[in-house]
């Protein structure tokens, strides 16, 4: 199975957060921060993209179920199942952070084997 390059990673965690495609800039330095966290680059990646303003702003004062939906449209272009969405509210109220749980959904979007 291909694996996914830094371009796109940071294309994916752009388009969870903030349901938008990177500008050239963003792009650059998001790069070079994933280039210097190889080890753990989605986690500082989304650790990064969730202490960004815009990210409180638009998510902050959302319900844990609100912020799952919200996630999955800006990645699927629709709601999430019942059984995802339950998933990820369980995760999150038993204490998986807001980044952690955007970088598992962006990793798990970039891997899955539909095979």
Known sequence: MPTATNKQVISAMY???FN??????????WE????ANAGNAIAALAAGFT?????TETYGGMTDSTF???????????PGDAGGVDYWKNQLSSGVTRSDMLAAFVDGALTIDLA
Not at 32 to 35: I, L
């Open 15 to 17: 388009t969870a957060t």
């Open 20 to 29: 938008r495609a990177p500008d050239a800039a963003g792009l650059a330095f």
């Open 32 to 35: 070079t921060q994933f280039s």
């Open 51 to 55: 202490r960004h303003p815009v990210f």
């Open 68 to 78: 799952v939906q919200a996630i999955y449209q800006n990645v699927l272009g629709a």
